[in-house]
């Protein structure tokens, strides 16, 4: 391995050698050589194996605005305090605080039977006792959008579509956009509540996948909820008979006024360049029925192991390291509008930012939204993690990931680093996402990615492009 990395490196070396030009963003020949070297220590690193461990274990679940929000937060600035950051802080993240207690529902007739469903972020409650309506389905979000409102007026909204594996996780462009679109959608329409087939790729399990729903009005909001794979093929298979199908739902979740969290950060300072910074990171939150190991403790674990590794090294990096873990994703970015709001005017001091928000696969692919003259400095990049079995797509563009998509939306250049996600969907926001998922190995490999890549960020001799307003017209990677 160690061979072919410096054949990489020599090859790269003398192509770059032919072709630079003076304007260009390059990576100096000892910023490549010691990110090698962070990317080899990674893989045996246990710092984001014991930070995604422990988090899960000694916090568990940690809804925004939940019960454990708080500890959540008084952790993980301790453990960044514990690894020894150059500077540890908060920023208030304001958001309305949903809380759920309670679910149930059932098919009540022709086939009286129980339904395995989970209430979605901003739902309604159904009234006191429940409610009982027929169902209506409809084959996917467009066939809702055409309803004539007649037919959806006082009914259950019922969309079935169905998400398949895909390395890229792709069809959960599908699936959540029918969680997030339909709600608000079937409620305009006069719907009395909302189902649908869980945005998930497993099959079998008898699981709902939960996540946030479009209502930003509560006064317009009606009951939602997810069924599981199984319980959306029998509710189907119900509706085939072609008889009225009555489904009863029992929902008491709500909004319990405001509640102030944090964003956490912390930081290596830059020796040279304090000001600018390399951003990294992952979200806090997770849904409350599974401890949120691969959505996203692991994030956050993978940032803060990549900078604590260069923390070890006898120099600090020339700009400043900065892991941030962000409050409430889960409900609406909502810690990351706050950080976008907050560091407007530093948009082009964020030299270049991404997040890891898809689970603790193997990274797979390396993309990027960067100025052209600085092309060059990601092809080095690219060279470095190349041996981990990352490829480069020069085509695609690189969106920062989930939160750190507001700072690239306001201009922020911006990698996607692309996990393997063929089986993250099959947890997904479910109580099956816990720690026994996550492999180490491929843990460890992730964080390699994020030391090489934002060491050689944070050496980099020119900038990527990072102004206001430079970046986020183009469609996102993932
Ligand atoms: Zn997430
Ligand atoms: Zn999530």
Not at 159 to 168: A, P, S, T
Request: some cysteine; overall charge neutral.
């Amino acid at each position: 391995m160690q061979q072919m990395i410096c054949a990489v490196t020599l090859a790269l070396g003398l192509l770059a050698g032919t072709s630079v030009h003076a304007a260009d963003t390059t990576i100096p020949d000892k910023a490549v050589h010691t990110a090698e070297q962070l990317r080899d220590r990674a893989l045996k690193d246990p710092v984001a194996w014991q930070f995604t461990r422990d988090l899960t274990t000694e916090i568990g679940p940690r809804l925004a605005g939940g019960p454990n929000d708080e500890r959540a937060r008084e952790w993980v600035i301790q453990r960044f305090k514990a690894l020894g950051f150059d500077k540890v802080w908060t920023e208030p993240v304001t958001y309305p605080k949903w809380v759920r207690r309670h679910e149930s529902g059932a098919i009540v007739a022709p086939f009286p039977q129980p339904l395995v469903l989970s209430a979605l972020g901003y739902s309604a409650a159904t009234p006191e006792g429940g409610l009982t309506a027929e169902v209506v389905r409809f084959k996917n979000l467009d066939a809702l959008k055409n309803a004539d409102p007649a037919a959806v007026k006082g009914r259950i909204v019922y969309i079935g579509e169905r998400m398949h594996r895909f390395r890229d996780g792709r069809d959960y462009a599908i699936g959540s956009s029918i969680r997030t679109a339909g709600p608000p959608l079937a409620a305009a329409k006069g719907a009395a509540a909302y189902l649908l087939r869980s945005a998930g790729t497993d099959a079998h399990q008898r699981i709902a996948h939960t996540g946030v729903t479009g209502f930003r009005d509560p006064a317009k909001a009606i009951p939602a909820a997810a069924l599981s794979n199984p319980d959306a093929d029998q509710l189907e298979r119900i509706l085939g008979y072609g008889k009225p199908v009555k489904v009863h739902l029992d929902i008491d979740v709500g909004i319990e006024g405001q509640y102030t969290g944090a964003n956490v950060i912390a930081q290596l300072n830059g020796a040279k360049h304090p000001e600018q910074v390399v951003a990294i990171g992952g979200h806090l939150d997770s849904w409350d029925p599974g401890t949120g190991a691969i959505d996203d403790a692991a994030g956050v674990a993978i940032a803060t192991a990549a900078a604590h590794l260069i923390a070890q090294l006898p120099e600090r990096p020339a700009r400043s390291i900065r892991v941030i873990a962000f409050a409430n994703e889960e409900m609406g970015l909502w810690g990351a509008r706050a950080y976008a709001k907050a560091h407007a005017k530093e948009v082009t001091e964020h030299v270049i930012g991404t997040e890891s928000d898809l689970g603790a696969g193997k990274i797979w692919r390396m993309s990027a939204s960067v100025k052209p003259s600085a092309r060059k400095a990601i092809e080095q990049m690219a060279a470095v993690l190349e041996p981990l079995g990352v490829a480069y797509d020069a085509d695609r563009p690189g969106w920062g990931g989930s939160d750190l998509s507001q700072m690239h939306a306001a201009g922020m250049a911006g990698l996607s680093l692309s996990q393997d996600a063929t089986h993250y969907f099959d947890w997904h926001h479910t109580a099956n996402d816990t720690l026994d998922k996550i492999n180490r190995d491929e843990l460890g490999q992730n964080v390699a990615v994020y030391a090489a890549v934002a060491w050689m960020a944070a050496q980099a001799k020119g900038d990527f492009g990072s102004a206001p307003g430079a970046f986020g017209k183009e469609k996102n990677g993932e």
